[in-house]
C-alpha cells in the first residue's frame, strides 16, 4: 500500500469541535435544570434513572478516550491478540458489578456512596476516610486521563496546543455539568451513546472503503507475519493481558461513578442495565480497533506518530486517509464527546462524595442551600485540580497508573465487605495496607522489566491473606439487614420523604444471597 500522507485539519474546525458539543451539552442541562433542585436530585438524580437512561450512562463513563483511542492502538501494536485482550475484560468489569450493585442496593437502599456503606458497614472511620482518599484520587485519574485524549486527537488532527485544549475542555464540561448532576450526566450521556455506536461504525466503514476494503487490509496485514493477526499471543497476556484485566475490574468496583448509579437506578432495572451495558459497550471499541490495522496495513511507523506514541494511530490515520471533511470531523466528535461524557460522570461522582461523606458527615448543621452550593462547588474545584496538574507537565500518566495500582488494594476488602458477614473493620484496613505494602516494593523493582503483573498479584493475595486472617480472629458475624435501617439523609435534608425505592423490598426480586447463607 501507498505511504500516508499526514494532512492537519484548521485550527478553526478544531476549535468548533471543542465549543460545538459544549453549547448543545448546555442547552440540555438547562433544560433539566428545573427538575434538580435539591442535593439529594442533584447527585442521585432521584433513584429514578430508568434501563434506558441507566445502560447509556454506564456506557458513557465507561467509554474513556481509552476505550476509543487505546482499541486501535492495541491492534497497532499487538494485533487481534491486543485487541481481544483489551475488549474482553472491559465489558466483563461492568457485568461483573452485577452481583456487587444488587446486594449493595438491597441492603443499604437510602444509600449515596461506596464510602457510606463502608462507614455503615464497619462504624469505624479509618476505613470510611481511606476509601474516601481512593475514591476521590481515581476520579481525578479519570479525569486526567480524558483531558489526555483530549489533547493528544485535537492537537494531532488540528495542530492545537495542549494548553488551549485542557482550558476549553475543562470549561465545557464543567458549565453544562454545573447545572444538573446526575441528570445531566445521564441525558447527555444517552446522546453520547448513540453518537459513539452510529459514529464509530460510520468512520470505520468510510475508512476501510477509502483503504480499499477490509479483504484487501487484512491480507496486507496478514502478509507482515502470523504475529498480527493471532488472538492467543501468549506474549500478549504476559506483557499487559492479565494486568489489564485485574486494572479493570478494580477500576470498576472502586469507582464512585458506577455506585452512584447503583443508587440512582431503578431497583427493577439495576441489574439488567449492568448487564446491557457490558454488552452494548462491546462494538464500540471493536469497530474502532480496526483502524489500527489500517495502520498496520499502510506501515505507518512509531516515528511518524512521534511524542504520542501508538495512542495517536487512529488520529493519524484517520487525518491521513484523505476522507471528507465530514468524516474527519465525526471522528473529533465521537472522541471529543467520549472524553466529555468521562469527565462529566467523574465530577458528579466527586458531588457524591463531597455532599454525602465530607459535609452532611462533618458539618450536618449546613442549610440545605449551602449544602448545594457547596456541593456544585467540588465540581468545578475537581475540574481546577486536574486540569492544573495536566497543565504542570508531569507525568500524570504515571501519576494516575500509580493511584490506579494502588487503588487496587481496595478489591477484596470491598469484595469481602459486601458478601462476607466475617469482614471486619480491622480486617478491611489491615488488607488495604498489606497490598499496598507488599505489592508496592514488588512492582517498583520488577516493573520496569516485567510490567506491573507481579506487583498487582503480590498486592492482592497479601491484601486477601491479611483481610481473611484478621476478620476470622474477630469471630465476629455482621447482620447485612442493619444496612436498611439508615436513612436517605440527603433527601430528609431536602424536605422530600422516602420512596419505594428507598425501602428494602424493593428488591425483593433480585437478592443475592451472601456466603454465609443469609439473605
Not at 512509531?302 to 488520529?315: F, K, M, T
Amino acid at each position: 500500500m501507498p505511504k500516508l500522507e499526514f494532512l492537519q485539519q484548521s485550527n478553526g474546525l478544531g476549535y468548533l469541535l471543542l465549543f460545538g458539543p459544549g453549547v448543545v451539552l448546555l442547552l440540555i442541562a438547562l433544560a433539566v435544570k428545573g427538575a434538580v433542585k435539591t442535593t439529594h436530585n442533584f447527585v442521585i438524580s432521584g433513584r429514578l434513572l430508568g434501563f434506558g437512561f441507566g445502560v447509556a450512562s454506564l456506557i458513557s463513563v465507561w467509554t474513556w478516550s481509552m476505550a476509543v483511542m487505546l482499541s486501535s492502538a492495541q491492534a497497532y501494536t499487538w494485533g487481534t491478540s491486543g485487541l481481544l485482550w483489551f475488549i474482553v475484560p472491559n465489558g466483563l468489569a461492568v457485568i461483573i458489578m452485577v452481583p456487587f450493585g444488587l446486594k449493595v442496593r438491597q441492603k443499604m437502599p437510602a444509600g449515596y456512596t461506596l464510602a457510606e456503606f463502608i462507614r455503615a458497614r464497619f462504624q469505624m472511620g479509618l476505613s470510611s476516610v481511606a476509601t474516601l482518599v481512593f475514591l476521590i484520587l481515581a476520579l481525578l485519574g479519570v479525569i486526567m486521563i480524558n483531558l489526555a485524549g483530549l489533547v493528544l486527537v485535537m492537537r494531532t488532527i488540528f495542530g492545537l496546543t495542549p494548553v488551549s485544549i485542557v482550558i476549553i475542555g475543562i470549561v465545557v464540561v464543567t458549565v453544562y455539568s454545573y447545572f444538573g448532576g446526575l441528570t445531566t450526566s445521564a441525558v447527555t450521556g444517552t446522546l453520547n451513546t448513540l453518537l459513539l455506536g452510529v459514529g464509530s461504525s460510520i468512520v470505520v466503514l468510510f475508512a476501510l472503503a477509502k483503504a480499499g476494503g477490509a479483504q484487501l487490509v487484512f491480507d496486507e496485514v496478514d502478509a507482515l507475519g502470523d504475529q498480527h493477526l493471532n488472538p492467543f499471543n501468549p506474549v500478549t497476556a504476559a506483557s499487559f493481558g492479565f494486568a489489564l484485566a485485574l486494572g479493570l475490574l478494580t477500576n470498576v468496583i472502586a469507582d464512585q461513578s458506577f455506585w452512584q448509579r447503583v443508587w440512582a437506578i431503578r431497583p427493577k432495572d439495576l441489574g439488567r442495565s449492568f448487564l446491557w451495558a457490558g454488552i452494548w459497550f462491546y462494538p464500540i471499541p471493536m469497530a474502532l480497533g480496526l483502524i489500527g490495522f489500517i495502520g498496520v496495513a499502510y506501515h505507518v511507523t512509531p516515528e511518524e506518530l512521534g511524542s504520542l506514541g501508538a495512542g495517536a494511530v487512529g488520529p493519524h490515520v484517520i487525518a491521513s486517509l484523505g476522507l471528507p471533511v465530514v468524516i474527519i470531523a465525526l471522528y473529533t466528535l465521537v472522541v471529543v464527546n467520549a472524553c466529555f461524557a468521562a469527565i462529566d460522570g467523574a465530577l458528579s461522582g466527586v458531588t457524591s462524595l463531597v455532599a454525602v461523606d465530607i459535609v452532611d458527615r462533618y458539618w450536618p448543621a449546613v442549610s440545605e442551600r449551602t449544602l448545594l452550593a457547596i456541593t456544585k462547588t467540588s465540581m468545578l474545584v475537581a475540574a481546577a485540580v486536574a486540569g492544573g496538574v495536566v497543565l504542570t507537565g508531569i507525568d500524570y500518566v504515571q501519576l494516575v497508573t500509580t493511584v490506579y495500582f494502588y487503588g487496587t488494594s481496595l478489591l477484596v476488602p470491598v469484595t469481602l465487605s459486601i458478601f462476607w458477614s466475617r469482614m471486619t473493620g480491622t480486617g478491611y484496613v489491615s488488607g488495604v495496607l498489606a497490598g499496598m505494602v507488599v505489592g508496592g516494593p514488588i512492582r517498583e523493582t520488577m516493573g520496569p522489566t516485567y510490567g506491573p503483573l507481579f506487583g498487582m498479584i503480590a498486592l492482592i493475595a497479601a491484601s486477601t491473606l491479611v483481610s481473611v486472617f484478621v476478620s476470622l480472629r474477630a469471630k465476629t458475624v455482621f447482620d447485612f439487614d442493619t444496612l436498611a435501617e439508615g436513612k436517605s439523609a440527603l433527601l430528609e435534608r431536602g424536605g422530600g420523604r422516602s420512596t419505594a425505592e428507598d425501602s428494602p423490598s424493593a428488591l425483593s426480586d433480585h437478592v443475592v444471597p451472601d456466603p454465609a447463607g443469609q439473605q
